[in-house]
């Protein structure tokens, strides 16, 4: 192979059809052609194992309609897979908590189920809501209540472990609306919604529903991606600490109030993402999955493997065939049941490899992605999750949350990769915050500013973000607090004028920053809810080192309503950013060409999906006549301004003058036009 031109290697590798194909877009891959064939055999042997003995992949995964508690006409169903325990019976206020009411049998492959029948009138004997557990024979001795490991509903009083309830209502939820057809390109809002309201308390599925979903669309959002939906005994662990798997967070309402966030979400086009946690589960055993049959490896893996020391908290083993009847189940029921969009896979770098991250600074060297340090039982897993996916459901939108950079995370499954249809561009909010913390404006290196943002692999799109939650949370803050810090207190006032200094500088950079950010950094942007009008501060959830404080964890919604305070000038920008990507779609074109770097100047200047774009960061130069390259000849007009009077700036750019190209070549470019570039603003144009 080696002897053949690029050429000729690269339609060598396109007509592969053993997992090898991505090769033909990077010859530097050639070298692990035997870890993708390995990868790719183990993924549809895998698969062919499902459809023999299972009857195929859509049979399979609807392991929600066998397991757990089902009303039916004749009664209640209930199975279980413990296949360790000695005893299981079903126990609950419909029975006294009578272990010996309603004992299950045990099947050769370690699942328990029992039958409930309906009261002589008709009516189920467990009723609506009734809390239910399961009473187990552990394998390490006694016995001990678990909440039953599928269970749909559950409630909690306080701090106490969550309960199990049995969801059975008389008239299920029918949805409305269906779902929206997918964006060419993704504008995600990232909500967490017990913290969307404004008062210290925990928000609600339909206040959300009714009150933030309008608001989201308004904003210019496509997409609403939910986090902590998962039911969580601990609700500090912003949700990624899961306990039950098939009910949705109850402290926010119950399942039929989040089937109708979600359809009121599709009322408004608006596709809904999860934010899924198939990475580890909590450590709790009362009402978790944890030491379920009296064993350390039911669903994961035995010993230290199966212990995740930073995140204190349990790993899967997916080699286990029931535990990928368990994940794969789990999918399809919030596609099913829910009706969600997609899923952002939550801890995808600790998924994919057996030091799960920690102490390991990925270089981007190709051997860090092979080896036995990856966990191929994983990677198989994945691969079959986004191959399951996309066949049932051809809108899903898969993203990875992975910070390694692997190689083919986002390519199809068909050509040797693991199927995402993105993964997040996590280096890019690190790099805004680290220039913030450690450097002065004047030192900011556009080169390096444009290398972050456009260092993704050819072929895999990215989510860009300037910041998500991460950055807000305890012991960080948010990029607005970065720039402004305790000045936003008392210096995002109008009534006295714009006369901070420090003000003035934040409020122009976070609107450089994230329209940086969307422009050049990937196929689709994020944001988290409030920072799209520079929400203070930071994140910290009410727990026992704040005093059960809920001051943090809200979001303070008055600010950008309030007329005599700048926070409405961010919003308006946000607002009229994401328009102007609606009506020209540079997300879903090409990437950027970046025709200018000038780093004493301090401008960066690109095209992107027919627009110039020109960023002016001197905090204190502006440029007249300054002459730009295009590719196009003709007449631009600018149809973005960061400087305009709405968006807080000072208006220094008129809008109705056109610029007219000249035939004078400049960095690049065949043609060139001649700009006002004002200090720390930016202009968009489009040619007429």
Known sequence: MSELSFEANQKYWAAMDDGTRL???????????????????????????????????????????????????????????????SSLSLIGEFNGWNREANPCTRNEFGVWSCFVPRNPDGSSKIPHLSLVKASVGLACGGVGDRVPAWIQCTRQHGTQPLDGRHWAPAEPYRFQHGRPQRPSALRIYEAHVGMSSEEGRVATYREFADNIIPYIADTGYNCVQLMATMEHAYYASFGYQITNFFACASRCGTPADLQYLVDKAHSYGLVVLMDLVHSHASKNVVDGLNMFDGTD??????????????????????????????????????????????FRFDGVTSMLYTHHGLGTGFSGGYHEYFGLHVDEDCLAYLTLTNHMLHALYPHCITIAEDVSGMPGLCRAVGDGGVGFDYRLAMAIPDMWIKMLKEQRDDDWNLDNVAFTLQNRRYKEPVIAYAESHDQALVGDKTLAFWLMDKEMYTGMTLIYGDTNPIVTRGIALHKLLRLVTCFLGGEGYLTFMGNEFGHPEWIDFPREGNGSSFHYCRRQWSLPRDPNLRYKHLLSFERAMNRLEEQRHWLAAAPAYVSLKNEGDKILAFERAGLV???????????????????????????????????????????????????????????????????RTALVLARE
């Open 297 to 342: 490896h039911m669903y994961f893996h035995a010993g230290a493997r199966g212990q995740h020391d930073l995140w204190d908290s349990r790993l899967f083993d997916y080699g286990n065939w029931e535990t990928l009847r368990f994940l794969l189940s789990n999918l399809r029921y919030y596609m099913e049941f829910y009706m969600f969009d997609g």
């Open 23 to 85: 090769l033909a877009d990077d010859p530097f891959l050639v070298q692990y052609a035997g870890d993708y064939r390995r990868r790719y055999q183990k993924f549809q042997g895998l698969k062919q194992a499902i459809e023999e003995k299972e009857g195929g992949l859509e049979c399979f995964s609807r392991g929600y309609e066998r397991f757990g508690l089902h009303e039916r006409d004749d009664g209640v169903h209930y199975q279980e897979w413990a296949p360790n325990a």
């Open 613 to 679: 774009c020109v960023f002016n960061f001197h905090p204190t130069q502006s440029f007249t006549s300054y002459r730009i390259g295009v590719s196009q000849p003709g007449s631009y007009r600018v149809v973005l301004d960061t400087d305009q009077a709405e968006h807080g700036g000072h208006t220094r750019i008129d809008a109705s003058v056109l610029h007219h190209s000249q035939p004078y070549a400049h960095d690049g470019r065949e043609h060139s036009v001649q700009l006002y570039l004002p200090c």
